[in-house]
């Protein structure tokens, strides 16, 4: 059982799960209601639990190549929850990357193959290939890690509107698809998966800067050149605070357009949930010290990307 838990925490269980979540909700809540409200297509369904199946393997694959390779660092940053060597032998570690990023390439190629949707194959070999280099490579440097994770962290949101988005209708006989959306369901469609994607992003560069500040001792001490040491403390504070300031912004924005379609209840939840949080979290950050300090305001970060995500839910309420 220790074996067991420990090999989950090595593949961060949560995170896959959050982006399971994240998935789904935006296909049930999005796309589903855009493309199709009035019919079921098994089919689609069978190829999108593949493509949340790829997406979390490769995740899965990534976070594993990210701890073989960060051991050291993180026998300073994070002695107490080391797995790779102490549960897991490096050798187990990696042959577990490429068992999950291999799954996740094929089932990628395979929906590729049905859909004629080609994206989805060559956008999971990129994916693996951007997780090794960043755990090999760009984890190191500035900023270049960080948008890296930001941009695969939108790419979980967007990979689902390229899956639907070509769906050639009875391309494989005996499957049934559904045709393509009409234009003005695509263009909303869009809008909203490239929403949802930019929010992703700024939210996970805001908690990769903040993950930096709180790990700047074992960075600093294996030559790491993240924003935090190469440029100081303060300057990262006030980067992060302008990313907060930003996104704030444009969710205030938002939710004026909310109030002119009478969405009271998404505005009561975005203010208590996402908006006001944000605004602590800018204040907090100013206030941080020490590593504890910046480890909490990562963790609250992630509460917001989750109330964020989880916001999907009232286009469903809201358009049923």
Known sequence: MKLAGAFLRLIRYPNLIFIAVTQFLFYF??????????????????????LVASSVSIAAGGYVINDYFDLSID????PGRIVVEKHIHRRWAIIWHWIFSTAGVVMGFYISFITRNWLIGFSNVLCVLLLWVYSTTFKKKLLSGNII??????????????FVDYFPANI?????MPAA?????????MRLAFLYGGFAFVISLIREVIKDMEDMEGDARYGCKTMPIAWGVPVAKVFTGAWLMVLTGTLLAIQFYAMYLG??????YCSLLIIIPLLWITR???LASVAT???????????????????MIFFKLYQS
């Open 29 to 50: 809540c999005i796309l589903y209601p855009a493309a199709h409200p009035h019919v079921f297509f098994a089919d689609e369904f069978s190829l999108l639990l593949l």
């Open 75 to 78: 026998q300073v940053n994070k």
């Open 149 to 162: 994770i930001s941009l695969l962290t939108a790419w979980v949101v967007l990979v689902v509107f390229f």
């Open 172 to 176: 494989i006989p005996g499957w049934t």
């Open 181 to 189: 959306m009409d234009e003005q369901a695509h263009r909303r469609v």
């Open 263 to 268: 969405w009271w209840w998404s505005i009561l």
């Open 284 to 286: 907090k950050l100013y």
């Open 293 to 311: 300090d910046y480890h909490y305001l990562s963790g609250t970060v992630k509460f917001v990307m989750l109330a964020g995500i989880l916001s």
